[in-house]
Nanobody, 120 residues
Framework: QVQLVESGGGLVQAGGSLRLSCAASGHTFSNVPMGWFRQAPGKEREFVARITWSGSTTYSDSLKGRFTISGDYAKNTVYLQMASLKPEDTAVYYC??????????????WGQGTQVTVSS
């Protein structure tokens, strides 16, 4: 069974940056993509980015250019570098592991989430 633990969330002013981390354990991770989703208050969970261990990345069109996903296979850790943050980026950010179907991951394992709050 996969365990995912996110960290790095917090409060930041608009225009600032944060880096989220997601450490995975409990499984062999070769060839299984990992990614990030987020859920703002009153909204559905939305796709942010995903990465395969070969280094292929996919981003939400609306976030491309400000967010960067990367991974350290040796550490089974995925990162999300977020720059030029806006108040509308405020959300709980979730790490996901599993087989993606487009920008969805219906059978993914999920982390507990980390809160990101961007103040104006």
């Amino acid at each position: 069974q996969v365990q995912l633990v996110e960290s790095g969330g917090g409060l930041v002013q608009a225009g600032g940056s944060l880096r989220l981390s997601c450490a995975a354990s409990g499984h062999t991770f070769s060839n299984v993509p990992m990614g990030w989703f987020r859920q703002a208050p009153g909204k559905e969970r939305e796709f942010v980015a995903r990465i395969t261990w070969s280094g292929s990345t996919t981003y939400s069109d609306s976030l491309k250019g400000r967010f960067t996903i990367s991974g350290d296979y040796a550490k089974n850790t995925v990162y999300l570098q977020m720059a030029s943050l806006k108040p509308e980026d405020t959300a709980v950010y979730y790490c996901a592991w599993g087989s993606f179907s487009g920008n969805n991951c219906p059978a993914c394992a999920w982390g507990q989430g980390t809160q990101v709050t961007v103040s104006s």
